[in-house]
Nanobody, 127 residues
Framework: QVQLVESGGGLVQAGGSLRLSCAAS????????MGWFRQAPGKERECVAA????????YCADSVKGRFTISRDNGKNTMYLQMNSLKPEDTAVYYC????????????????????WGQGTQVTVSS
């Protein structure tokens, strides 16, 4: 089992940047495929970015390509989401998620493919 804690959210003006972190408990972080999801009021939760166990495979939603970068440091049990050129439509609660089974090379993008979730961190982008 793994526990996930997000940090780094906040209020930023359009065009600004934030870096979210997801710290995982335990010593087996490298065994988990990881993802970042977000949910805005009245909208469904969507995958923003995902990364395979080793970090060799990544996925980014079309809406954030070229602006967001997902990465992980298995030695620090931490995943990151660097968000640049933020837009008001990026406003949402951002969640990190972990999946403990599956293939080493695959990045998973569906919420029901994940087993563990953090509590979420609010990102608000003002216009």
């Amino acid at each position: 089992q793994v526990q996930l804690v997000e940090s780094g959210g906040g209020l930023v003006q359009a065009g600004g940047s934030l870096r979210l972190s997801c710290a995982a408990s335990g010593r087996t972080f490298s065994r988990y495929s990881m993802g970042w999801f977000r949910q805005a009021p009245g909208k469904e939760r969507e995958c923003v970015a995902a990364i395979s166990r080793s970090g060799g495979s990544t996925y980014c939603a079309d809406s954030v390509k070229g602006r967001f970068t997902i990465s992980r440091d298995n030695g620090k049990n931490t995943m990151y989401l660097q968000m640049n050129s933020l837009k008001p439509e990026d406003t949402a609660v951002y969640y990190c998620a972990a999946r403990g089974t599956g293939t080493t090379w695959r990045a998973y993008i569906l919420s029901d493919e994940y087993d563990y979730w953090g509590q979420g961190t609010q990102v608000t982008v003002s216009s």
